[in-house]
Structure formats: structure tokens, C-alpha cells
């Protein structure tokens, strides 16, 4: 059963990998670099996830392919956005959150490789409503 202690320490596991990655390549590269090599660190670690899922919209009882994608869907209960930007802005973390609701999840992380320290300012965790009801 999904707990929040499952899903804080998933998150400990996400952010770890995103480490990794930054430790290997350092900041300055593409977003899709990162992707790649951070689908490859998941897999090292045996974290499932899906990439680049395709999140519906519900819109008037009509299912609308808006070919909106987000980075990666882990475990079923994360959403996961990667940025490689000067500054994540709140249009980031609005869309987050649109995809927490749109795919029924009670956590996200943006992740934003271009930076000195990812563990201090790189990464950034939200939670809502259906986080608060899990049990812990």
C-alpha cells in the first residue's frame, strides 16, 4: 500500500539517482541528456518508472490528446520534471501540479540540473491534497 513514508523514501531514492547524474555530467547540457542518463541510473537501481508518458485531459466527459508529456511518472505515485534552466519559475510548478491532478498522484519533484549543487538548489518537492490522506 502506498504510505508517505513510502513515497518520501522513494524520494530520497529519485533525488539520489538525479545526483548521480549531476555528479557524472556536471551542469551546462541539454534536458534530453540529462533524461537519457537518469532513465539509465533508474534502471541501475531497479526504480520503475514510465518516460515521457502521455497525460489525457479530461475535458467536457471527452478525453483530449493534448500530446502533453511529463519526464518521467515513477512508481506510479511521482511525477517527475526535469529542467536545465537558469531559474525553475511558478509556471513550472503550476504545470507540475496539473500533472499531479491530471494523473492522480500525491507527489512531484522538478529537478533542475543546471546548477552548482543539485541537493541544495536543484531540486524542489511539492505535495497535495491526496498526500495529506495517506497514511503514514
Known sequence: TMTKQYIND???KIIGASIEVHKALGAGLLESVYHKCLKQEFIKQEISFQSELNVPIHYNDVIIDAD??????VENCI???????EHVIPLHEAQLFTYMRLLNVPKGIIINFNCVNLFKNGQKTFVNDLFSKLPE
Open 10 to 12: 522513494l524520494t530520497y
Open 68 to 73: 502533453l508529456r511529463c519526464d518521467f511518472l
Open 79 to 85: 511525477v517527475l520534471e526535469l529542467k536545465a534552466i
